[in-house]
């Protein structure tokens, strides 16, 4: 897994997922949005980090009575210690959150170990303690039953699908107040640049919009006097 | 299309969504709620306003890359603009929230332009960005991809079904903190009286009820004391 | 219906409804979490109190014109009276948020008789009203259509389904900032005291994993130091 | 309950679900199509008798374990052995075919006993032997696993929902290859004779039909000749 | 809309959806297939023919009422007596099938007028009568309700979307036993010719297969040996 | 993985699934059914074999052109050629059967090779040439678009997900006109003689009813002469 670059990181954490969904889009990538998620806690920073992946399978019940977890080697938590600081926990719950993928203490000590955060298709337990926590956690809705009531841990950091999307290992993960995107990684660089020159446009069009301004020419800019106000903006606010 | 008085603007700006389902529902309407759509700014007064259309189809790849936005006749576009303002924007978005309906600037473009609202059954992008803004906005949830991922918009201001609902162009649209429902235009200014009407005596039920009083006989009041209560203290009140 | 023992309830108080839902998967229960509900205000302390049980089938039109509430008698009107203080109201509505379980006067009316709170697997109307009620109150989704529309009362404290969990009469409900779980009533004391005895452990664990300690050995506490550690924590903090 | 009029189920015999569907639309009754129920065995003719019910609830494990059917008052057998001969036994699933509400020896059972049809909006197991019997059965897909599993059996003869239609104890319960249709029990004398006479109508103008007449003016029989050419086909079929 | 060239439907009757959706797949286009639908009538030539197609919106009570059919100029009848011979009529039932999209008379008229073939992606009523036509009919599941409970036709020929596929006036589309194709007219004559030559090649494989050779290097053809077993087993069949 | 005994593939030709999963269900395995797939090809004799998974996850556009069958260890196609004669490849497609898990050509060479069978979650393509085989495939519903349209072939051989189900490779696999189910492989030769035993029992049942008798007091036979007669009707019978 080759490494996140900082400036890209940095980037990555002043754009939105819209914004990189189109730059996905354009390139020919339209699944990457991961489906039916949402933040627990608000008003977070983006999240951003290359991804480590849990996969979920069915849970049979003779191989999932509680004391599994009397196994330090079990693979949930396994991973919630191994998961590298920076990177992105992102778990296969198969779309079902009927049981949680995790709890809350898990979550805290993915926290305290200093990775980046944490995105299921299922539903965290614990999810009021989660909310309060200022780290960025992303689920279907919340789920009381212990995991082992329908999931048992099975693969660490192979290929999955989360919400739909494709995730590979380092693929890089970015959340924000609207959902989960996931950039292939050999694209990160070239995507994080792009949104970022795509929000500068943007944040310009916006305050255009706000001033009264029609899209229409400007949005795209498709009217020259489009491109040199924006000229004009960009220099004067130096960006 | 005949306008919205503003009488009746008035009245519906007082009452819920509830009281309005209920007063259309003794008149042998029951679908004109829409189904599975929030608003995602809360505080707001109610949204009121005659349905201005927009359709979307599935998107065929060949006809969506990101370049038809370089027309300027773009339905979605021109729907931004053209929607009349007080009008209120309702789009057809097939109930398929995995790509947006719009985003953020289209949105504010729309608020800037003196429009009421707008509600998709399908989902915004930025927005984060859109709660924010002081407008009413419903949809079902957040969606980044941008609306040409899945959505193509082919057809404006003709019938459509938004979260099963029937809607016509015309159609009164009120949103409360609850959710939408679509007023057939002939029936607006009578709907609106009656449901001002129920709401006066609602609130004083709920007064009483608060007050420690049985709603039997008093919701609805089958007892001649309830109607003598309720004649007080709507004198009283001055309502 | 042997009655909740008071201190059984003050300990339901203290406990998440997933430590609950840990307690009840020991003893092979595993469908109690009633599943997809959530609560419409937060910030409450922990809803407790007996099942009292209202169940709904599919309103056929002949039989739920709006005059049927000039019946006293009415099982909705009924229940809401009915439902004895400190129980909790739970609706079977089939999962259909389609339309309203009940709207905010009745909530009111619960609340006022000192009821302890009220579920649905559908929807409630008024919502935004009943937000701001102290009032525990657990659905599906706003639904604005009076109930009516798609459901009529048809028995009350039968056993019935509520979001695919069973519910006695008399079971023991418990709702969390999190949802809602069914406690089978000849459970409740033994389970309480479990999950109780669990929450002051997972406390302890939840103040070690902030201070920055592995989960590996501490939860569960295979390392005997975790157990030492738990025992003088709980002795210092007299719990 | 009334019993079921000789003449009046003898025209129900003849006529499919769609026309009755339509009759009872006439009446203000839209919801009593059973949905998403198919018959397992083809060919064979109506099914028709009075509704005879069965309510399952979900099931809490430790009240279900497969000894329950040790004792012979267990609704599930008991309703097998009482429902009357030419009733139809009609089972609420909650529209849950990951488990059976019955397999092929209860189904053989209610066949041998003279029962006239059953009806599941879940599943029955041993589907492929009950496809050979010359019995009505519908549900929604085949389902291997006992009904312990997901279903207790809690009530018989109640008013229920079956695939979101309200069966009430005595409704005239009709199935064709199409589904199955339950009519009002006050409704079934008038309901079958006029869908008796559409069904006159219908026969005549799918033979016009099929000789290359135009449906406009035909269906319905704007055209006066339409009408001259029913009245003389009927007569000349003795119709 | 330009006529379907009659070798180009010649061909296309001798393909399958699944190889047809292949060339689709090659081109860019992976939204073309119709989900959901199964035909009715089993064992027929394939459907090939210009889309004509009907929009359904949902239904309002009050414009709905069964006499609507006496205006002959109502859209569904319209639709029946004006799609033309040689093309297939789709209905956009926004994939509801609660309530029918038409019933077996209508049907029967399109077949009688030359129509290639229906397709909804709601349901049909009458449909054992309609399996017995030897006609091509695709659907959801079948579906008692008249249309007129759900559905309004309210668009004649616009572009629509059917299992989430779009479909324009004069696509191009195909059913066999699996489902149905919606190819873009302006590409209908290049698929058909691709297709036509895949489907030579898959039948050679096929035969390959069965005489138990591998698909290593056979399919697709990467060993220089299966291009020349080809080779000559074309030339050996005359295709 | 330890062969399946001769003598335990024996039994499990001759038992349904239905009485499988009550053997299962027995032992505490509620899970085991493979929900909602279905048999192509009916009246084959039971598809008995161990499990060789296949895992698919979503499919990345730039990762899943065409041309990727070209290279001979893609996963689908190794799978197809590897899995052992005897064995029934499972295949996890999540549940979405928009695009097809493989198609006619593969499942023919399979068929070729021995293998006892194939399942997915997903659909298959060229489903009505798989009709004809004799072979038993079961799916979810036809899918005509090409695998690569949504899902990429990722793991061969791992524990996956099937229709809710656990499956581990090794696992012994049964399949009837009703369905799937899967038994955990050290379960197998137990659960084979157990179901073995329960069908003699049943069969005699079945005919019993078949002759008039009552279930009570015969199903289960808890009345002593039931037992006294089965010895007897077995002794008969020579089973």
Request: net charge neutral; with cysteine.
């Amino acid at each position: 897994m080759s490494p996140l670059k900082p400036e890209t990181r940095q980037k990555l954490m002043g754009v939105s997922t819209a914004t990189l969904c189109t730059a996905l889009f354009k390139r020919g990538l339209s699944h990457q949005f991961i489906q039916n998620v949402r933040p627990l806690n608000a008003g977070l920073p983006n999240m951003v980090g290359e991804a480590y992946t849990l996969r979920y399978m069915p849970a049979r019940e003779d191989r999932n009575p509680i004391s599994v977890f009397l196994d330090r080697a079990h693979p949930q938590r396994k991973a919630v210690e191994e998961c590298p600081p920076g990177a992105v926990l992102v778990i296969d719950s198969r779309k079902d959150a009927r049981a949680a993928s995790a709890g809350g203490i898990l979550v805290s000590r993915l926290m305290k170990r200093g990775v980046a955060g944490i995105v299921s298709d299922g539903g965290f337990r614990d999810s009021p303690d989660i909310a309060r926590l200022p780290f960025p956690v992303y689920h279907q809705r919340p789920a009381a039953p212990t995991n082992l009531t329908l999931h048992e841990a099975i693969d660490i950091n192979v290929p999955i699908g989360c919400g739909d999307a494709p995730v590979f290992p380092g693929d890089v993960i970015v959340g924000d107040g609207e959902g989960v995107v996931v950039i292939p990684a050999h694209l990160a660089d070239e995507v994080a640049a792009e949104a970022f020159e795509m929000t500068v446009f943007e944040d310009f069009v916006q305050e255009q919009v706000m001033q009264g301004r029609s899209i229409l020419g400007l949005y795209p800019p498709t009217d020259e006097q489009s491109r040199i106000d924006f000229a004009a903006w960009r220099k004067a606010k130096g960006r």
